[in-house]
């Protein structure tokens, strides 16, 4: 069985930063293209970033220069390391495996609030 | 960028009906389309992929159609378990990604 973990989620305020995990089991994150997307409260769900197996990144516009994604093979986690954080990135993030382009395991997800 | 949009944005459905949920895409994407359910406080589900493939697990009464940009899909007969918000998103050149702005399906 999958299982998509994440945390790290949390209050913080504008211009920090905060580091997300997710942790897998049952599937390997280093053999996978893998993705963040998230969800603004009470709205739709947005792409953020992605890791393909091979290592090559990409991201959103609205993230690119902030927003880090990695992994730790050893570990089976997923990171997305988010700087200079802003109120508009306030959202549900959710960890995610990509299978042929679409997403066909998701996490929970892990909250994060920006703000003052 | 290829634009998704979704129609309508609310649609009240009694138990028991068909509800039919519509997608368009800016340009073709082809047959590269999925559907994904998400109930309140859930990450979302994938319903269907590359427009008509059910994923695993998924009911019968739930069936994708459509290709190049018009898409749709269909639940023949409303559970109570199916009142959610429905996504789709394409994904014929990516990244990025694209997902619709979502059509809530409420009780009539």
């Known amino acids: 069985e999958v299982q998509l973990v994440e945390s790290g989620g949390g209050l913080i305020q504008p211009g920090g930063s905060l580091r997300l995990s997710c942790a897998a089991s049952?599937?390997?994150?280093?053999?996978?293209?893998m993705c963040w997307v998230r969800q603004a409260p009470g709205k739709g769900l947005d792409w953020v970033s992605i890791?393909?197996?091979?290592?090559?990144?990409f991201y959103a516009d609205s993230v690119k220069g902030r927003f880090t994604v990695s992994r730790d093979d050893s570990k089976n986690t997923l990171y997305l390391q988010m700087n200079s954080l802003r109120a508009e990135d306030t959202a549900v993030y959710y960890c995610?495996?990509?299978?042929?382009?679409?997403?066909?395991?998701w996490g929970q997800g892990t909250l994060v609030t920006v703000s003052s | 960028e290829i634009v998704m949009t979704q129609s309508p944005a609310t649609l009240s459905v009694s138990p028991g009906e068909r509800a039919t949920l519509s997608c368009r895409a800016s340009?073709?994407?082809?047959?590269?389309l999925a559907w994904y359910q998400q109930k309140p406080g859930q990450a979302p589900r994938l319903l269907i992929y590359?427009?008509?493939a059910r994923a695993t697990g998924i009911p019968a009464r739930f069936s994708g159609s459509g290709s190049g940009t018009e898409f749709t899909l269909t639940i023949s007969s409303l559970q109570s378990e199916d009142f959610a918000v429905y996504y789709c998103?394409?994904?014929?050149?990516?990244?990025?990604?694209?997902f619709g702005p979502g059509t809530k399906v409420d009780i009539k």
């Open positions: 995610a495996r990509i299978l042929f382009g679409y997403v066909d395991y």
């Open positions: 049952g599937v390997t994150v280093s053999s996978n293209y």
């Open positions: 890791i393909y197996s091979g290592g090559s990144t």
């Open positions: 340009q073709s994407v082809g047959s590269n």
């Open positions: 590359d427009a008509s």
């Open positions: 998103q394409h994904f014929i050149s990516w990244p990025p990604f694209t």
